[in-house]
């Protein structure tokens, strides 16, 4: 209640007219929002459905170009173009900037605009949606890595991102004024151009150990600092053009913060995997005990799911017996319904 009154008290400080009710009442809705926080543009497997969720609340103001992207995707797949295995694109009518929907993929695999060189590092398997990884305990939904990107950014007033190792997106704050063009394709794509990417790498920012700036051809300079956490490298902290020493110190705090968010998801993918990879040595263990509990555990972790498998039967039939195959198939059956009575 004392949220509420809070809440209702500065918004009539804002709207003079605006009526106060005397006891709290509103309207709740799920919070339409992706895994790691990356909305979804894409085809779906049923042949004419396409979607565009997942956006939270922070792509409402982008809904006008995400309309003209969804209406260039359907056009071009209908069309025939095979979105999955080279992804369509879609140039912005305002900025002339290419915006690649691949990007927003239901898949979340690389694509000529995100190179699969991202992935190729071990790290950058729990920082995105790399198959579907639920292991990095949702860092960015439960206001983790995104909080501290956007509460820095409110603090100085400017724009913030964080990337990758590989200067893939991770995380960026609303624009403050202070964006150019290699900025607002990062926030559009996902990932910047593979060459400018390899030229502010070329600087040898992978073994900084204090902020520095950037200064590269295309882009304004940048201030870099390092997100490490225990010695290692786990991504960089942007900010762009001018920066005053408070705001530099500021930056690698709010680094060191991120550091300790992103390690965290790095030891929990860890865990993950290892859990993984002892379930599968469990499944082929002689002991059938073993095995089944093994199996069990797949579903109880939802790694499968119950009824996606297939078993495959075969049993001799002699020849010049046809009658043979329908009383064998329809035992197999039996027994197959009665081991799965749930399965249909």
Sequence with gaps: MAVFEAQVTRAARRLSGLRVPNRARGVVGVYDVADDW??????????????????????????????????????????????????????????????????FSRSGRATPAAPARCWADPRAVYLGRAGGDRS???????????????????????????????IRLLAASRHFGDEDQVRVGSVLNRAVDPELADRV??????????????????????????VRCNGMLLGYLWLIDEFADRETTAAAEAAATAGTVLYRRLLLHERWKARQEGILRE????????????????????????????VHRA???????????????????GRDRARHPHDG
Aim: glycine share 12%; aromatic share 4%.
């Design 38 to 103: 990356t909305p979804i543009y894409d085809r779906t497997e049923l042949a004419g459905f396409y979607v565009a969720i997942g956006a939270s609340g922070n792509q409402f103001k982008n809904a006008p170009v995400v309309g003209r992207l969804m209406a260039a995707l359907v056009d071009q797949v209908e069309a025939g173009a095979d979105h999955d295995r080279e992804p369509v694109r879609y140039r912005g009518p305002h900025t002339g900037l290419d915006i690649d929907p691949g990007s």
């Design 136 to 166: 990095g305990g949702d860092d960015m939904a439960d206001g983790g890595l995104q909080s501290i990107v956007e509460e820095f950014a409110e603090r100085l007033r400017r724009s913030v991102a964080i990337d990758d190792p590989s």
């Design 201 to 226: 790498l070329s600087l040898g920012i992978a073994g900084w150990a204090a902020p520095g700036v950037t200064t590269v051809e295309g882009a304004l300079p940048r201030l870099c600092v390092p």
């Design 283 to 310: 499944l082929v263990s002689s002991d059938a005990a073993v095995r089944a509990q093994a199996v069990e555990d797949l579903l109880a972790e939802k790694l499968v799911r119950r009824r996606l498998h297939a």
């Design 315 to 333: 049993r001799r039939v002699v020849p010049g017996h046809a009658h043979d195959v329908g009383s064998a198939t329809g035992r197999l059956r």
